[in-house]
């Protein structure tokens, strides 16, 4: 991989927060791991980095309790926006941290101040301040975030979303997709032991297999909407990997450019 290529990488809340439990705690461990592999991969190839990460249970309990991605339905919801906007302003804020505790010069990108949605799309963004964030060699840090919205007034934008649309407008060499599970299995693996893992994903048999709700609360469509996304994002000619980020190393290698460690989805 040549100097200042450009990844993007997300980062599944599933990973850095307890949402097995739904409890609103940060995985430590996970996150100080994470941080350093992405730090002894940034420091050995130097490439540009954009890191967008999920919401896990700092985002997606309070989101689905007052079904904020379905839009403006009743006043009981905007305290519920203050509320989560606070809880995603804190799990970014630990996110930043412990990636500049390796050393990786990281920004927050907030997309509620900059972009709007419509009807749960993005439809008015501007990346010229990515853009000169990564030409001084900083890494934009975003996340699933809540946005006015043009038809429902406000709606969640979900991390998926946000990489489809930065590598749609972006040069970037690859994306990758970092969650709890192994890659796209043809049944939900933590529920059935019989689960096969799917190694590459394309046109011909994206439809030959189910991909199974999340089992946890996730507002944003759990794998569907990752598939969805990075389908969309196939099509218009960037490949992706869905890999397991809770396992040492894998992360790491992906950044080094290793392919083949989950599932990769492309056209062909």
């Known amino acids: 991989m040549k100097k200042n290529n450009l990844i993007i990488l997300k980062i599944g809340g599933s990973v850095i927060t307890d949402k097995e439990h739904n409890r609103k705690r940060i995985n430590k461990k996970n996150l100080k791991r994470i941080a350093k592999e992405i730090a002894q991969a940034k420091n050995k190839n130097g490439f540009s980095l954009i890191i967008v990460h999920g919401a896990g249970t700092f985002g997606h309990k309070i989101a689905k309790k ?8 009743n006043n009981l919801q905007i305290k519920a926006i203050s509320d989560l ?20 010069e990281a920004i927050t990108f907030k997309q509620s101040s900059a972009w709007q949605l419509s009807n749960g799309r993005l439809e008015n963004y501007n990346l010229e301040i990515i853009r000169n964030y990564l030409s001084l060699n900083l890494t934009p840090v975003l996340f699933g975030d809540i946005l006015v919205d043009k038809k429902l007034k406000f ?10 649309r930065l ?4 040069t970037v060499n690859k994306v990758i997709v970092g969650t709890d599970i ?3 299995f043809n049944c939900n693996p933590k529920t059935n032991k ?6 590459k994903v394309n046109g011909k048999n994206i439809n030959n297999f189910l991909i199974e709700n999340s089992t946890s609360i996730d507002v944003t469509r759990g794998m569907n909407g990752k598939v969805c996304e990075l389908i969309n994002l196939a099509k218009s000619g960037t490949e992706s990997e869905i890999i397991n ?3 040492s190393n894998i992360l790491k290698k992906a950044l080094l450019g290793q392919n083949g460690l989950g599932t990769i989805i492309k056209t062909n």
């Open 85 to 104: 906007c606070l809880d995603l302003k804190k799990l970014n804020i630990e996110v930043i941290k412990y990636l500049k505790k390796e050393g990786i």
């Open 245 to 247: 980020i809770t396992k």
């Open 194 to 199: 019989r689960a096969k893992l799917i190694k």
């Open 66 to 73: 007052f079904n904020l991605h379905q839009g403006y339905k």
């Open 182 to 184: 192994d890659g796209i």
């Open 167 to 170: 590598a749609k407008k972006l």
């Open 155 to 164: 709606s969640i934008l979900s991390g998926d979303q946000i990489i489809y």
